[in-house]
Nanobody
Framework: QVRLVESGGGSVQAGGSMRLSCTIS?????????MGWFRQAPEKEREAVAL????????YYDDSVKGRFTISKDVAKNTVYLQMDSLKPEDTAMYYC???????????????????WGQGTQVTVSS
């Protein structure tokens, strides 16, 4: 019954900024939850971008976005945000919000264990 709804996305020029939001409803009873963003570019495998622990402090960033992207959460709103700054054309992809429970540390490994997914939102960065 878990639902994830993304908002944000669109087209920006290189160097610009964008913020994505993901709201979860009918969430997990287990408080050991990781939630965040994966992305998939054409002809590429889906990869983790940034993940955050809802009940703890664990945060994961892919090396390609460290220093440019910031993931945050508003627990009261059941929402996770991804602030994307200094965007590059290589960031162009479909971005998916995802969540899983039963984990203490958030990691980009184990994509198959993420139980619930949003519909995706396209991010396009032009040069």
């Amino acid at each position: 019954q878990v639902r994830l709804v993304e908002s944000g996305g669109g087209s920006v020029q290189a160097g610009g900024s964008m913020r994505l939001s993901c709201t979860i409803s009918n969430g997990y009873t287990d408080n050991r939850v990781c939630m965040g963003w994966f992305r998939q570019a054409p002809e590429k495998e889906r990869e983790a971008v940034a993940l955050i622990s809802i009940g703890g402090d664990s945060i994961y960033y892919d090396d390609s976005v460290k220093g440019r992207f910031t993931i945050s959460k508003d627990v009261a709103k059941n929402t996770v945000y991804l602030q994307m700054d200094s965007l590059k054309p290589e960031d162009t992809a479909m971005y998916y919000c995802a969540a899983r429970d039963s984990v203490s540390w958030c990691s980009g490994l184990g994509i198959q264990l993420y139980r619930d997914w949003g519909q995706g939102t396209q991010v396009t960065v032009s040069s």
